[in-house]
């Protein structure tokens, strides 16, 4: 993707012009834009050639019911979400697609092929090329009658797999679905000669859960429960993505506390899921020593979280619009400095290990133009040179008070990986300080956004540790979810995992690259 | 090492206690419910089996069912019903048959119309 000028700012008053009869409304954070389906290729063109603009999620809604106003029935509203991130601003692009195709975006910006794969098996519309769409979320068993959001497609998508035998002498080698360590049901079609990685594909519908069809019909506190357990090592970055959608969309203004108290919950989540990334590559390299070292700091992280918020995995701390549950701020203060101590002590003394560094250096290299490309998140963009962090590029309260600074490095190996992670815990602990600091003063928030009025549908995000979490969610009159979307990190970040496996490595070095990856199934087999 | 060798040899005990000693985490921790059979009526029983997630609650006739093994000790039933449920501080369970983690809990009888 080339970009060109203009920037975010000016592209928002060039949408209208490209596409004639564009609805706009600017809700201050959130700009959404209706165009015309004939329009919305030109649209797509446009935005892709914007600096700083970066194409987030598409999804889709079928009509049903009257889900969507302004659709005739059996029509799909097509949602394309854009990060304009130089602007602080997210831009979602709709259109009504009115038959089967739509403009093929895959060809425009190539991160959403994926997407265009999930809206296929969801509500049979295709893009409008003739490239086979892959199967990614619905299990091969699912037949006309299994729960869709929308109605099935007229073929079945195409399995990835590659002939077992390719070019004579490279072969398919199947890993998974069960795989060592009890880690989550992922199956690899790894392509080999014998011992270097030549293709990797990833099955990921295994685990397929149908959460968003799930959050059909029950209201915001009810739904969030579910939020919160679909992808449990992300229950506070996707809690609070869904519950700002939710705020968003019915009106309400989060209570000053729970901003407070969700902020302290999402660096705690961080730094739990770096030490067991940390842990995770001991593993995968052999070092049963550090791993123990990491895996006392990750035991103490979540005993610190078991004692600060009363859930070691952080549930229940986050709530729509009020807080969950409040801190314990005393013993987050006391207890957090050992548990931080314990992985600097780790992370130090394996950073001085040859062995270690040696293995993780040049390994699973992925360029900065790879992780813009596939719209890469988190650690994984960021460790490739991409500065990209919601806390700083969409600022949410209390994050426009306690500036949160994106650690990046320009190796993009996992290395670079790890050391992204690290930096990212203490610039962690130094925010939880700033945080339980302001949060005793009762200081003010003066960057919080008003209730305002309900406007029926609403987009959330929070800084995963992963990366950034989106949650899109739509209510009915009665106050019910008639459209959910969740967009966990993991969604974008295993397409780029194939990427880094294929750059030159070899078998073992694949199990060290999940592990720099530090995804789940869960949060993309949702 | 060498004494908690002899002492086994001494004693022909070759085990400890578990815990050794009690875990001061474990007050942190989410647990199973624990019921106060004297306050579940027929209406707060079905308002327990009606927000269970995990379906750990049903009832049978005039007895609340409660499957220890299926709770995923998310606190839903001690909100719902704080009179009735609280937290039972046991988050360690160890049975020698599946179905010991199966507890009836009689309700009272409702009056004949």
Redesign the interface.
């Known amino acids: 993707m080339t970009t060109t000028e203009p920037g975010p700012a000016a592209v928002l008053k060039e949408i209208p012009r490209v596409a004639g009869h564009a609805q706009v409304r600017d809700d201050g954070r959130l700009v959404t834009v209706r165009v015309p389906a004939a329009q919305l290729e030109a649209v797509a063109h446009l935005l892709a050639a914007t600096a700083d603009a970066r194409l987030a999620d598409v999804f889709a809604a079928e009509d049903g019911a009257g889900a969507e106003a302004g659709t005739a029935p059996g029509s799909v509203m097509l949602r394309l979400v854009w990060g304009l991130d130089a602007n602080q601003r997210y831009l979602v692009v709709e259109s009504v697609i009115e038959n089967e195709r739509y403009p093929s975006l895959s060809d425009i910006a190539p991160a959403a092929f994926a997407e265009e794969c999930e809206i296929y098996e969801q509500f049979g519309i295709r893009p409008d090329t003739h490239k086979p769409l892959n199967r990614v979320m619905l299990p091969p068993q699912a037949g006309p009658d299994f729960p869709r959001l929308g109605h099935p497609p007229a073929q079945p998508p195409a399995d990835v797999h590659a002939p077992h035998v390719v070019g004579g002498h490279a072969f398919e080698f199947p890993v998974g679905p069960v795989r060592q360590l009890g880690a989550e049901s992922l199956y690899y079609g790894l392509v080999t000669s014998g011992e270097e990685v030549v293709d990797l594909y990833l099955f990921t519908w295994h685990k397929h859960r149908g959460v968003e069809w799930r959050l059909r019909g029950r209201d915001a506190r009810d739904a969030l ?2 939020v919160e357990r679909m992808e449990g090592l992300s229950a506070v970055a996707n809690g609070w993505a869904f519950a700002s959608a939710a705020e968003s969309a019915l009106g309400i203004q989060p209570a000053r506390p729970a901003v407070w108290a969700r902020a302290i919950a999402l660096e705690l989540e961080r730094l739990y899921n770096h030490a067991a990334a940390l842990a995770a590559l001991c593993q995968t390299t052999g070092l049963s020593v550090g791993q123990s070292a990491a895996e006392i700091a990750l035991e103490r992280f979540l ?1 610190v979280n ?2 600060v918020f ?3 995995y952080l ?2 701390a986050v709530d729509v619009g009020s807080p969950g549950r409040m801190p314990d701020l005393g013993r987050l203060r006391g207890d957090l400095p050992g548990a931080y101590g314990e992985l600097c002590r780790a992370a130090d003394a394996l950073l001085r290990t040859n062995s270690f560094v040696d293995r993780l250096e040049a390994t699973g290299i992925l360029s900065a133009e790879q992780a813009r490309r596939l719209g890469l998140v988190g650690p994984v963009a960021r460790a490739s040179g991409v500065t990209i962090d919601s806390r700083a590029d969409h600022p949410a309260a209390p994050y426009g008070k306690s500036r949160a600074t994106a650690v990046t490095r320009a190796e993009g190996d996992v290395l670079a990986r790890l050391q992204v992670m690290l930096g990212e815990a203490a610039e962690s602990v130094r925010l939880i300080g700033e945080l339980a600091r302001a949060a005793d003063a009762g200081g003010s928030l003066a960057d919080l956004v008003p209730g305002g009025n309900p406007r029926g549908a609403g987009l959330g995000w929070a800084e995963s540790s992963r990366g950034e979490s989106l949650a899109w969610v739509a209510f009915g009159d009665d106050g019910l979810i008639t459209r959910a979307r969740l967009r966990p990190a993991a969604v974008r970040n295993w397409r780029g995992f194939d990427d880094a496996c294929r750059s030159q490595n070899v078998f073992t070095d694949i199990p060290i690259i999940e592990a720099s990856f530090w995804l789940t199934v869960a949060g993309t087999a949702r | 090492m060498p004494a908690w060798f002899l002492r086994g040899l001494r004693r022909g005990v070759v085990t400890t206690r578990y815990p050794d000693r009690p875990d001061p ?1 474990a007050a ?3 647990t199973p419910p624990r019921f106060r059979a004297g306050q579940l009526t027929a209406g707060v029983a079905g308002r327990l089996v009606e927000v269970c ?1 995990s379906r750990a609650l049903w009832r049978e006739d005039d007895v609340l069912v409660f499957d220890a093994g299926a709770c995923t000790g ?3 039933c001690e909100r719902a019903a704080p009179e009735a449920v609280t937290a039972s501080g046991e988050f360690e369970l160890a049975v020698t048959a599946r179905d010991h983690l199966i507890k009836r809990i009689p309700l009272p009888r409702q009056p004949r119309p």
């Open positions: 429960f579910l005993r078991a004692a009363g859930h070691r549930f229940g | 985490s942190d921790l989410p997630p998310c606190g839903r």
